[in-house]
């Protein structure tokens, strides 16, 4: 074992805070990685807190974040697809079971027994993972991911939660050229998967409650933007979607959005609000259409999205801050005041 630095919660009602943490030595599969620049999603805040006590109890200390970039420092003997100086990511998975059919099929993220970057049990050290808002981490070669060098460090951190969370129901559900796609919300998850529907060349329309962000949407890549409160514009794309992406995490009118889509058209939920949402079984009946629910994505669809982020030049739209403003970068991000994630730059924890 030897001695990381690390911010951590060590309290639901604590402030994220200066701390030393244990990581394992690199065994052979294992790649050691500097944390150079981790993204904040709104998991890090609801896990610090413990909000989702009812799902899974936060183990404290509790070192968040699963949108990691790094650099190879060390790697173990066995590795052979990285080695010291590549730049990597790491994203919400670094273990699973790997013989389930999940895992065979390279859908990790639905393995039962997955391991989260952060409060997952930890076999090699009897307590819970650390996760990112760390100066290092030690990481089985297959949850590295390869990180195109053309792309900004910072603005890459948020592809491997926020991007990927957006990018695999896109690719599953068939989004290219000739489709017309909707995106509800637009935030730190809703952002990327404007930028994603376009450059799969679709017809991208996206939904928001605010007729002040039509001009960020329009430059984000929308063809078109509804104000979803208004109910003839709504009413002109009835009947009209093949796909609607949902990335809102508060209460609202799934129903609405479920009568815009064709005949076999599909919406897929990826915001998690804290309430149930009523569904009306009638809009899907006529029209044989769904509603579906997507997590993450599996290593090897991870890394099939960053590499077209590489060939179409696509990161995040970031605000860059050092670690000793988590905190009031929480609060932040409760109020929605952030365009569209935060991305921590480790560097600032030598500091510490």
């Known amino acids: 074992m030897y001695k990381a630095k690390a911010y951590a919660a060590i309290s639901a009602a604590s402030p994220l805070s200066s701390a030393v943490i244990e990581r394992r030595e690199p065994k052979e599969n294992d790649v050691q990685i500097e944390i150079l620049y981790c993204g904040v999603c709104h998991s890090d805040l609801h896990t610090a807190r413990n909000e989702w006590a009812a799902a899974v109890q936060t183990v404290y200390p ?57 409060n997952s049990p930890d076999a090699d050290t009897g307590k819970v993972t650390y996760g990112g808002y760390s100066d290092s981490i030690v990481v089985d070669q297959h949850f590295v991911l390869r990180v195109p060098e053309n792309l900004d460090a910072a603005a890459a951190a948020p592809l491997l939660c926020a991007g990927i969370t957006t990018w695999s ?105 804290d309430k149930p ?24 669809e991870t890394q099939e999205m960053l590499d077209f982020c590489g060939e179409h030049n696509i990161t995040s739209d970031v605000e860059v801050i050092p670690i000793q403003k988590i905190n009031e970068a929480y609060e932040r991000m409760l109020k929605s005041d952030v365009k569209y994630r935060f991305s921590i730059d480790m560097a600032s924890l030598k500091n510490e």
Not at 188 to 213: D, N, Q
């Open 169 to 273: 129901p896109l690719r599953h559900w068939g989004v290219t050229k000739g489709k017309k796609v909707g995106i509800v919300g637009l935030g730190g998850l809703g952002h990327m998967g404007v930028k994603f529907a376009h450059a799969l060349g679709a017809h991208t329309v996206v939904f928001t409650t605010s007729p002040g962000k039509r001009e960020d949407a329009l430059r984000l890549g929308a063809d078109e933007v509804v104000v979803s409160r208004d109910a003839n514009e709504m009413q002109k794309h009835a009947g009209s979607f093949d796909f609607i992406l949902d990335a809102v995490s508060a209460e609202h009118d799934i129903n609405a959005y479920i009568h815009l889509l064709k005949r076999d058209g599909n919406m897929t939920l990826v915001g998690a609000p």
């Open 62 to 118: 509790c070192v968040p974040g699963h949108e990691i970039i790094g650099r190879v420092t060390k790697v173990g003997s066995a590795v052979t697809r990285f080695k010291a100086g590549d730049r990597v990511g790491v994203g919400c998975l670094v273990g699973s079971d790997g013989t389930c059919p999940a895992c065979k099929e390279g859908l990790e993220q639905y393995c039962a027994g997955m391991v989260l970057t952060y």
């Open 277 to 300: 949402l009523p569904l009306s079984s009638f809009g899907l009946i006529f029209g044989r259409r769904s509603v579906s629910g997507s997590l993450i994505g599996g290593i090897a």
